[in-house]
DNA sequence: AAATCTCCCAACCGCGAATAC
DNA sequence: TGTATTCGCGGTTGGGAGATT
């Protein structure tokens, strides 16, 4: 047998919320913290179903949210991270302390896209909007988190992205795939990611994609490092999949790209967070890094 | 001043993954 | 092991606020 149902619809409120309803929310988590959100509108007394209670708190009432505008600074690194992986804005999120998932997806909607457009780029690819057409139907594109290969070796893959050249780096055991398996965590049919538009993994690689796992796992971590601060070694030294793109293009934008890409069953590559890069104190510190600034 | 339009954001909806039973 | 439910996510929408006519 299943559980019992979440909440009976009939007997809740819908609509905005009442200063009434967000106090006894708050003083409820307060007292017994967060958690158990089925059972929470009953014992807070709230007349809501827990989901809705949990939107609120997560999106509203949670004492460390950050209020007012975006600075110029979370704008960037907004459409940095977004142009690395898509629609995924809870992990977006992640990255940008204080701020909701449901805030940056608001956020772009209303302003970076519009941003972007301003600036010529494609708002989904992030690539110069008279070049979209011609690009998305041609065979360069290539896509990280519907990757047709794994890369079980170390290689170098030159890749454009807008107009400014990346170097990806991609070191894995072979043993830390899963036999064909494991899946990239992103199910939906995401916006277009990147287009990337330098050619896919040489064919050295290509007899993996049939015998390995289709996609490389993105979802755990990305962090911005200055440029050369991980070196090509201390990466290796890691036994887990681990993906870096190194933007040349320094002057521009002083920032290294690392993408820790986690298959599953093994251990986290000790990628550094970009919480610690950006110089966030321990406090600070997303949920996914160590005292250190390494991913646990 | 009133009507209409546009923008913005809080909240809802539906789905897939994870989990409890 | 299979099924039902919860949780969390991304897409969408309703309506309030401000701008424009």
Redesign the pocket.
């Known amino acids: 047998?299943?559980?019992?149902?979440?909440?009976e619809k009939a007997h809740t409120?819908?609509?905005?919320?009442t200063k009434e309803e967000d106090q006894r929310l708050i003083n409820y988590i307060r007292s017994h913290g967060e958690?158990?959100?089925?059972s929470l509108p009953k014992s807070a007394g709230l007349l809501r179903c827990?989901?809705?209670c949990?939107?609120?708190w997560i999106?509203?009432l949670r004492p460390d949210l950050k209020r007012g505008n975006f600075t110029e600074q979370e704008d960037e690194l907004i459409i940095k991270l977004h142009s690395m992986l898509g629609?995924?804005?809870?992990?977006i999120a992640g990255r940008l302390p204080g701020r909701t998932?449901?805030?940056i997806?608001?956020?772009w909607?209303?302003?970076i896209k519009r941003k972007l457009i301003v600036r010529g780029l494609d708002p989904q690819t992030h690539r110069p909007l008279n070049a979209t057409a011609s690009t998305t139907t041609a065979n360069s594109k290539f896509d990280f988190r519907n990757a047709s290969h794994s890369y079980s070796t170390l290689t170098d893959i030159d890749l454009t992205m807008n107009q400014n050249t990346f170097k990806l780096v991609a070191m894995a055991d072979d043993s830390s795939f899963d036999d064909g398996k494991c899946n990239s965590g992103t199910?939906?049919e995401?916006?277009p990611p990147p287009q990337l538009i330098q050619p896919p993994p040489p064919p050295l690689l290509a007899h993996h994609a049939d015998q390995n796992c289709q996609s490389i796992n993105l979802d755990l971590s990305i962090g911005l490092v200055p440029f050369q601060s991980l070196t090509r070694s201390e990466s290796a030294n890691s036994n887990s999949a681990e993906i870096e793109l190194k933007k040349e293009q320094e002057e521009v934008v002083p920032y290294q790209f690392v993408v820790a890409a986690t298959p599953s069953k093994t251990p986290v590559p000790q990628a550094v967070c970009v919480c610690w890069q950006l110089g966030f104190q321990r406090g600070q510190l997303c949920s996914n890094c160590s005292t250190n600034g390494l991913y646990r």
């Open positions: 047998m299943g559980r019992s149902p979440c909440c409120n819908k609509g905005a919320w958690g158990c959100w089925r827990g989901k809705s949990r939107l609120r999106n509203y629609n995924k804005w809870s992990l998932d449901n805030e997806k608001n956020y909607n209303t302003h199910t939906e995401a916006p």
